[in-house]
C-alpha cells in the first residue's frame, strides 16, 4: 500500500470518528440559529425601550420649551407692571429650566445615538442570521454526504474483506480437493502394481493381440486359395 493510500485511509478514518462523535450535527445547527434569533428579539425589545425613552424626552424638551417661554412672558408682563422683583423671580425660574433643558437633551442626544448604533448592530445581527441558515442549510447537505460516504465506504470495506474471504477459502478448498484427487490416484496405482493388476492387464492385452492376428492369417490362407 502506498503512502498516499495510506494517509488518505487515515483521513477518511479521523472524518468518520468526527462525524461519529458529534451528537446531531443538524440539531446542533437548528440550535444555533434559534440561540441567534433568541439574541435578535432581546436587541430588538432594548431598541424598542431606548426608543421610547428616547421620545419621552422629546416630549419632556417640546415641554420645558413652552414653560420657558411661558416664565420669559411672566418676566415681560411682571417689567411693564413695574414689578422687578416679580420679574427677577420669573427669570430665575426661567434659567432653573433651561438648565434641565440642556441636561435633558444631552440624554436624549445620547440615548438617539445608543439607539442607531443598536439598529445597525441589529441590521447586521439580522443579516448573520440569514447568513448562518444558508451556511446551515449548506452544511446539513454536506453533513448528509459525508454519512453517504461513510456508508459507502463501510460497505466496500466490507464487501472487499467477504468477497477476498470467499474467494481464498474456495481457492484453498480446491488445492486441498486436488491434493486428496491426486493421492487418491497415487494409492489406486501402488494398488495395481502391488496385487498384479496391472500385470494381468498387459497380458490380456497380448492375447487380445493373438487374436487378431489368428484372424488376419485366416483371411490371408482364405484369399490364396
Request: overall charge neutral; proline content about 0%; glycine content about 2%.
Amino acid at each position: 500500500m502506498g503512502i498516499f493510500d495510506r494517509l488518505g485511509k487515515v483521513f477518511k478514518s479521523n472524518v468518520n470518528s468526527i462525524i461519529d462523535k458529534m451528537e446531531d450535527p443538524e440539531k446542533i445547527l437548528e440550535q444555533n440559529i434559534l440561540d441567534m434569533e433568541k439574541e435578535y428579539t432581546k436587541a430588538k425589545q432594548a431598541i424598542a425601550s431606548t426608543k421610547a425613552e428616547e421620545i419621552r424626552l422629546t416630549k419632556q424638551i417640546k415641554f420645558l420649551e413652552q414653560e420657558i417661554n411661558k416664565w420669559v412672558n411672566n418676566a415681560k408682563a411682571a417689567l411693564n407692571a413695574g414689578n422687578e422683583e416679580l420679574a427677577k423671580k420669573a427669570l430665575e425660574k426661567k434659567q432653573a429650566l433651561t438648565k434641565e433643558l440642556e441636561q435633558i437633551k444631552n440624554d436624549r442626544n445620547s440615548i438617539s445615538t445608543s439607539t442607531e448604533k443598536l439598529i445597525s448592530d441589529l441590521k447586521m445581527m439580522e443579516n448573520k442570521i440569514e447568513e448562518a441558515k444558508r451556511k446551515k442549510d449548506l452544511l446539513k447537505s454536506r453533513i448528509q454526504s459525508a454519512k453517504a460516504k461513510k456508508k459507502i465506504n463501510e460497505l466496500k470495506s466490507t464487501t472487499s474483506t467477504i468477497g477476498k474471504s470467499a474467494f481464498d477459502s474456495f481457492s484453498k478448498m480446491e488445492e486441498k480437493a486436488n491434493k486428496i484427487i491426486n493421492e487418491a490416484d497415487a494409492i489406486e496405482e501402488i494398488n495395481k502394481e502391488l496385487t498384479g493388476e496391472d500385470l494381468e492387464a498387459q497380458f490380456e492385452s497380448l492375447n487380445g493381440n493373438s487374436d487378431v492376428d489368428d484372424e488376419l492369417a485366416k483371411l490371408k490362407s482364405e484369399l490364396n486359395k
